[in-house]
């Protein structure tokens, strides 16, 4: 295990710099009320993103502005159970897949009490009046617009931690339920809603951490956007235990020693993780979504924007079994399969990238040449009944791997890590859906059993992605692109099937990379730092470390990467991946 003893240098709090702004932060209630109280106007609206805690912020801001008259949002939508039956039809009864939801947020707002709620603002005339509340600005957009808003994992913790849902009382519910409920309607309706927005608040408001507001300007906040499409930048990552979960983060990313695992790491993924701007001494936080829909071309590119619209189509993130367990074997959708069934465009892609590995780590993936697939599941079925435990090697190759493979798995293909690996896992973003066939006889941490899902894994395995096809076109697919004296470039994949293309790029020199309007995921997979440059002084040097993943705007048009720190004299590796 070559890197678990390394010392930590791996940053979980990057931060963007927004230099000139200082006084146009204010992180406490008081300063909030004060600033809102120094403007102009009587109507203040707070648009919240689903999640944001209302007995904090509506109670301290009622504090601080004195209103003559509070209108709440949520009564001009439907009750909480016409809310539940009229999104049946995408939530249905699955624990964990639901079916996407395109509709608007107006779909489940009651006209009749949206116009009664509006006539009663319109009869406040000189009164300082505060609306307030998920989808306020449907009601009036006032005199001075503020948007609350909050991060995806933050909304995530939260459930955890017993909220419910919009106008919901299920505390208690399955913390999956809660999820699918925000992945599959409510996100969808507040990211709609907020794109329409993105020019209109005078404030914007963090609320991802709890009593600690901090609140910017229009100004600042365009200007956040707008600068963070023009030079390299990190996501915030999360960590998260499982029952599979290793210890390899731990040491590497210098996380807390006394939780028992952490299973996965979101390092980029612009849909869950939040960003950092660093104003002044103070930090402003808000969802890395909001650059995507904010401005998406520049961050996109025009290609991938024509194809996937304001949607950040890859991710990376880290699955650690070291001195874990075996991942749950588990087979993704096939594109046809998604679509019909989940009303997603496109599917889940991926693949593994070993970053370092045991003596012993092995992946499972493809069916064996001579396996009868009816058997196969026969024998699922039976282990799901409890009958038996399932035979895997029975069925499924086992390969051995070793730091810096590449391991491809188009969709339909069963696979799963094994105990001993640490992936970095890049994929398309379409992250939910996998269907798990087996998990070893065992339960999840919340001591349930964790969703199966046999019959639609059959639906969607390919038979034909057997021990031939695995061993000549999915494992270590590398080509040499170019090589010269001290740099090689290679192609490592995905497979011709899938849309992302990966390259891995080892140096001992500076490289320059072109980013040819096509957004770049890059991760350090070797060597302890790099710094990377604008040739032509587009943005200030970036430093990078071992193990972070970063993005390269497509507006940036190209970069230098170069050994840097402890890594100065020593050969590197970053492994790129982009829309082909």
Avoid at 109 to 114: H, S
Avoid at 219 to 238: D, H, I, L
Avoid at 333 to 354: H, L
């Amino acid at each position: 295990m070559k890197h678990k003893s390394r010392i930590s240098n791996y940053d979980k709090y990057p931060v963007i710099p927004l230099n000139g702004f200082d006084k146009e932060i204010f992180t406490s209630y008081g300063e909030i009320g004060k600033e809102l109280l120094s403007r102009k106007g009587k109507v203040y609206v707070v648009d919240c993103y689903p999640g944001v805690d209302e007995e904090e912020v509506l109670k301290n801001l009622e504090k601080e502005l004195a209103p003559e008259l509070v209108l709440h949002s949520d009564d001009i939508f439907y009750d909480g159970q016409t809310l539940t039956k009229m999104m049946m039809p995408h939530l249905t009864d699955d624990r964990v897949m639901g079916v996407m939801y395109y509709g608007k947020m107006l779909d489940f707002v009651d006209e009749k009490a949206l116009k009664e709620m509006q006539k009663r603002l319109e009869g406040a005339k000189d009164k300082r009046v505060l609306v307030y509340g998920f989808g306020a600005s449907l009601i009036s957009r006032g005199d001075i617009l503020i948007y609350a808003d909050l991060s995806r994992w933050e909304i995530q913790l939260r459930y955890r931690k017993g909220m419910p849902n919009f106008k919901q009382t299920n505390y208690d519910e399955d913390n999956l339920g809660k999820y699918k409920r925000g992945y599959f309607i409510e996100w969808r309706i507040a990211d709609k809603h907020k794109r329409g927005l993105f020019s209109k608040p005078d404030y914007w408001l963090d609320t991802n951490k709890s009593n600690a507001p901090a609140m910017i300007t229009k100004g600042a906040f365009q200007e956040a956007m707008s600068q963070a499409v023009r030079r390299p930048f990190r996501t915030v990552p999360y960590f998260d235990p499982g029952v599979w979960g290793g210890q390899w983060m731990k040491e590497v990313c210098d996380l807390d020693r006394s939780e028992k695992n952490y299973a996965w790491s979101f390092d980029g993924v612009p849909e869950e993780n939040s960003v950092l701007f660093g104003i002044g001494e103070n930090i402003f936080e808000c969802p890395a979504m909001n650059i995507t829909l904010s401005h998406p071309i520049e961050l996109l590119g025009d290609r991938v924007y024509a194809r996937f619209g304001a949607e950040f189509p890859i991710r990376f993130d880290f699955l650690d079994t070291v001195e874990g367990e075996n991942l749950s074997l588990q087979v993704h959708p096939t594109a046809d399969y998604i679509k019909e069934n989940y009303g997603m465009p496109f599917t889940q892609e991926e693949s593994y990238y070993i970053l370092d590995a045991g003596e012993n780590a092995k992946i499972y993936l493809g069916v064996q040449n001579d396996a009868d697939i009816n058997d196969m599941f026969s024998e699922l079925k039976e282990a799901q009944r409890g009958e038996k435990s399932f035979a895997a090697e029975k069925y499924v190759n086992i390969i051995d791997v070793k730091p810096h493979d590449h391991i491809l798995i188009p969709p339909g293909t069963v696979h799963c890590s094994g105990s001993g690996c640490m992936v970095l896992e890049i994929s398309s973003s379409a992250y939910i859906f996998t269907f798990k066939l087996w998990d070893w006889d065992r339960l999840g941490l919340d001591g349930l059993p964790r969703p199966i899902y046999i019959d639609e894994g059959k639906q969607v395995l390919n038979s034909s992605y057997n021990t031939e096809f695995v061993m000549n076109e999915l494992v270590n697919q590398f080509k040499t692109v170019h090589r010269e004296e001290g740099y090689l470039n290679e192609k490592t994949g995905l497979h011709p099937l899938e849309f992302i293309e990966t390259h891995r790029h080892t140096f001992a020199r500076p490289v320059t990379l072109e980013i040819d309007n096509n957004v770049r995921m890059l991760n350090l997979v070797e060597g302890d730092e790099i710094t990377v440059y604008s040739p032509c002084n587009e943005f200030q040097p970036y430093i990078v470390h071992y193990a972070e993943t970063f993005i390269i705007p497509a507006g940036v048009s190209s970069v230098t990467m170069v050994p840097s720190g402890k890594s100065e004299h020593e050969e590197v590796k970053v492994l790129e991946a982009y829309v082909r």
